[in-house]
């Protein structure tokens, strides 16, 4: 994980092991704005199981269902 500034506005980037559920639930709250660009599903039946791919750690498998703090505006890039 590094942090840098945009000029007014600070930034935090995770990447490859560092971007583990855990650490992205503790830098969203920090943030305005989130860009992933990651692995996803959507799931057109049950949205609740549909799921951002992350880093797994000791305290999560890595499948983000559902985020507790949502910023202002999210972006998601997927490969297909």
């Known amino acids: 994980?590094?942090?840098?500034?945009?000029?007014?506005?600070?930034?935090?980037?995770?990447?490859?092991?560092?971007a583990t559920q855990t650490a992205v639930r503790r830098a969203l709250p920090e943030h305005d704005i989130a860009?992933?660009?990651v692995h996803a599903a959507a799931d057109d039946w049950d949205v609740l199981?549909?799921?951002?791919r992350v880093a797994p750690d000791d305290l999560n498998d890595g499948y983000m269902h559902a985020l507790q703090h949502?910023?202002?505006?999210?972006?998601?890039?997927?490969?297909e």
């Open 1 to 18: 994980m590094k942090s840098g500034d945009m000029g007014d506005r600070r930034t935090t980037v995770l990447n490859e092991a560092s």
């Open 35 to 37: 860009h992933f660009a």
């Open 49 to 52: 199981a549909s799921y951002l």
């Open 70 to 79: 949502v910023p202002a505006f999210s972006f998601v890039a997927t490969p």
